[in-house]
């Protein structure tokens, strides 16, 4: 803990704060003041916890938390979102039962969520503890305090970030002390309605998978169960893909779906609940209008499934309550209660073909994976199609399932590998993404190269692009405007996410390496690194967590990134002060090597030099490799390195220097004869 780096990494903060606290003393003895405000504190606190962020800080009668820190996720806007909105709900609950205990009526809570990057280090000098500081937690602060009581403020990025998924309203524009410019703000109402998702863009690129959907399809709705894995990374088009079924199932099939969620691991059979009360149309209410809904939705042939189902609803029956579900060891009730919704499924496929669609079975917690695997049993025997979707990670739960499929299952399985989007499927979603006339040929190019087919990829640097100006439309077509690569915050925490799962130790050879480079050799990351000889124990782990792959192991093993903005990702979490000591060891591991090695890397140890702020290095091999590339004819490549060589002259003042390589590029022509 005490050698933990300093580093720069996407958080979401939540500040919470009680109201109406200051006037308890005046109205209850001390001890009574404390338990309450604790009670309060605690609550806030569990349900921080509850959806994986940490409580940093307990200020008096409030929280400060974070979601991303220590351990970063894809989705911790929407973890602190749904914690929000639960302290929210609990602190409402708390205030009736205060309010009838003392008499008060006025106790509230208000809630401050902001995104953003944040410094994360060690602070304190006997017990030093991790926290975030920046922009983002200073405008998280202030969210909160301009909150009415029993309301929840959210940022721009935040707001941006839950788009789609949860309701917003703009409240307007504030000003934040320290701060030139004003902060725009949104009011958190709640999640959105459950609902198909709109779909926005055509698909593009995988009319081979919609083919073999479509077949799979056929065959449920001729009555013959199926078993269908979509397998594939983040943002590579799993949930698109599925959109597209779903719609040309309609009215072919009863559609049924649930998510497994990454912040789930607390509700048991949670994505088949939420397929429970989908079909239910279960929006919520009075415990007798969804125990009445049951009922008749059940029917006379269901009716023997009304306790299992009404237990993982988190509903009583009438007052025989649930039968002898009480009286059940833990491990009885769950095979109890997936026999039951087993059983359920199979009525449903009797009155015609179903669907059951579970997302991101990786997540699966496992009691979900092993219902998931009795639905699989029932393919056998009734018409029902089972679809998951998941992550190619072996080391979750839900990967088991999959061997399952294959070994057990292949007579009805369709597996979907997804692969990247082909570099013309990825130019022609480009163009789809923007207005009018579409892209120019050479941006086009630009944002297949950089997105590497993921459409998620895509469309978030698109998004971003526009936003920060880097694409600006002229008459004819948009044009990248801004030469540099912009991470869009969407990307930065699902990419970081991937290599906080990682040990510190791997982590920070995942650094050193993104130091290198896209590609690099474990030779030269040996050298750079002065470590306890784990070093390829962290390069398999790295492979195995998908962020690097093998390149090749001969002459020597050699590495490259598994995407360029993984790349990307990795470096955003270094602060500049450790990102030039990484170039320093960079530039010394390649100087390390024989006279051949380092004359093949001038231009590698000129720009690790110039990235450490050793100027006068950077000149001496800017020099040496455009006197190369001009030995060898490369009369371009020595002028551009020329013109660098040039530039860091001027920028150390090296006037003899400067004069020296003005001379040389004047007579560069000469050298072209």
């Not at 004003?182 to 999640?191: D, E, F, Q």
């Not at 083919?211 to 397998?231: E, H, I, K």
């Not at 860091?648 to 590029?665: Q, S, V």
């Amino acid at each position: 803990m005490a050698d933990r780096p300093d580093e720069l990494r996407p958080i979401t903060a939540l500040f919470a704060d009680i109201s109406g606290s200051t006037g308890l003393g005046e109205r209850l003895a001390p001890d009574e003041v404390k338990a309450l405000i604790g009670e309060c504190v605690t609550r806030m606190s569990r349900a921080v916890e509850e959806y994986g962020g940490t409580v940093q800080a307990y200020q008096g009668d409030g929280i400060c938390a974070y979601f991303g820190v220590p351990v970063a996720h894809e989705d911790d806007p929407e973890r602190a979102a749904r914690a929000a909105l639960r302290i929210v709900e609990l602190m409402a609950a708390y205030g009736r039962e205060v309010e009838a205990a003392w008499g008060i009526a006025e106790l509230g809570v208000r809630v401050g969520v902001n995104s953003g990057r944040a410094g994360v280090g060690l602070v304190g000098s006997g017990d030093p503890q991790v926290v975030a500081l920046g922009d983002a937690t200073n405008v998280a602060a202030r969210l909160e305090s301009q909150a009415v009581p029993g309301t929840i403020v959210v940022g721009e990025e935040t707001a941006r970030r839950l788009a789609g998924r949860f309701v917003t309203e703009p409240l307007g524009e504030i000003m934040v002390k320290g701060r030139a410019e004003a902060v725009a703000t949104w009011r958190l109402v709640g999640p959105e309605p459950v609902g198909e998702v709109p779909v926005s863009q055509p698909l593009v690129g995988r009319e081979a998978e919609m083919g073999r959907l479509n077949a799979m399809l056929d065959r449920l709705v001729s009555g013959q169960g199926q078993v269908t894995l979509v397998v594939g990374e983040a943002g590579i088009g799993k949930t698109r893909l599925l959109a597209e079924l779903r719609g040309r199932a309609e009215n072919r099939v009863t559609w049924l779906e649930g998510h497994s969620r990454s912040y789930g691991a607390r509700s048991p059979f949670g994505p088949f609940v939420e397929i429970l009360r989908q079909w239910l149309h279960d929006e919520g209410g009075p415990e007798l209008a969804v125990r009445t809904r049951l009922r008749a939705r059940l029917g006379a042939d269901g009716a023997r499934l009304l306790p299992e189902l009404a237990r993982l609803l988190g509903i009583r029956l009438d007052p025989e309550g649930d039968g002898d579900l009480a009286d059940l060891p833990p491990a009885d009730l769950g095979a109890r209660l997936r026999s039951a919704y087993v059983e359920w499924l199979r009525l449903v496929g009797a009155g015609g073909p179903a669907c059951v669609v579970i997302e991101d079975v990786n997540w699966a917690d496992d009691s979900s994976a092993d219902l998931a695997a009795d639905v699989m049993a029932l393919t056998d025997r009734a018409a029902i199609g089972l679809i998951v979707t998941l992550r190619p990670d072996p080391a979750t739960r839900g990967w088991g399932l999959r061997g399952q499929a294959l070994t057990e299952y292949s007579h009805r399985l369709t597996t979907l590998d997804l692969e990247p989007l082909s570099v013309a499927a990825t130019e022609e979603l480009a163009a789809l993404l923007l207005p009018g006339e579409g892209l120019d040929p050479a941006t086009r190019r630009t944002l297949g190269e950089v997105s590497e087919g993921n459409p998620l990829f895509l469309e978030e640097l698109v998004a971003r692009l526009q936003e920060t100006g880097a694409l600006a439309a002229d008459h004819h077509a948009w044009t990248l405007t801004v030469p540099r690569q912009v991470l869009p915050p969407a990307l930065e925490g699902l990419l970081v996410a991937r290599i906080d799962y990682l040990s510190p130790e791997v982590r920070a050879v995942a650094q050193a390496a993104a130091v290198l480079g896209r590609e690099f050799t474990r030779r030269t990351l040996e050298r750079m690194i002065i470590g306890d000889g784990t070093l390829d124990a962290s390069l398999d782990a790295l492979i195995r967590g998908g962020v690097i792959v093998e390149r090749g192991r001969f002459p020597a093993p050699s590495y490259a990134f598994r995407h360029g903005l993984i790349l990307e990702a990795v470096l955003s979490t270094l602060t500049d002060a450790r990102r030039a000591e990484l170039h320093l060891a960079a530039a010394r591991a390649y100087e390390e090597g024989d006279a051949a090695d380092i004359e093949a890397h001038l231009e590698e140890l000129a720009h690790h030099y110039a990235r450490a702020n050793d100027y006068g290095k950077a000149l001496t091999y800017l020099e040496r490799g455009a006197e190369r590339a001009a030995e060898l004819g490369a009369t371009d490549e020595a002028g551009r390195l020329w013109l660098r060589a040039l530039r860091a002259a001027n920028k150390i003042e090296d006037g003899e220097a400067a004069e020296r390589i003005r001379t040389r590029i004047s007579n560069a022509p000469a050298d072209k004869a």
